[in-house]
């Protein structure tokens, strides 16, 4: 499930597999992509990963899902 691809993301993000991590984060959120944590997550292992395009993408996203939410303000003032 989705919480199984976020553990994964998280565990090899921690092991310096981003590749593994970035797959598990893309499946998490193909598979729901509306839950604002995944969204976040993903989006803040983009930004850490210098990929700010990708992460602005992902926070279009979260600014619909969740405008006012402390991650999606924090991850605004990050990338602007």
Excluded at 25 to 51: D, T
Excluded at 61 to 74: C, G, H, V
Aim: charged share 30%.
């Amino acid at each position: 499930a989705e919480q199984d691809h976020a553990a994964m993301a998280m565990a090899s993000e921690a092991n310096g597999d981003w590749n593994r991590a970035c797959d598990a984060w893309q499946a998490a959120v193909a598979q729901e992509g509306r839950n604002r944590e995944s969204l976040a997550r993903y989006a803040f292992a983009l930004l850490k990963q210098q990929s700010r395009a990708e992460a602005e993408a992902w926070l279009k996203r979260l600014q619909e899902l969740a405008p006012d939410w402390f991650p999606t303000l924090e991850l605004e003032a990050r990338l602007h």
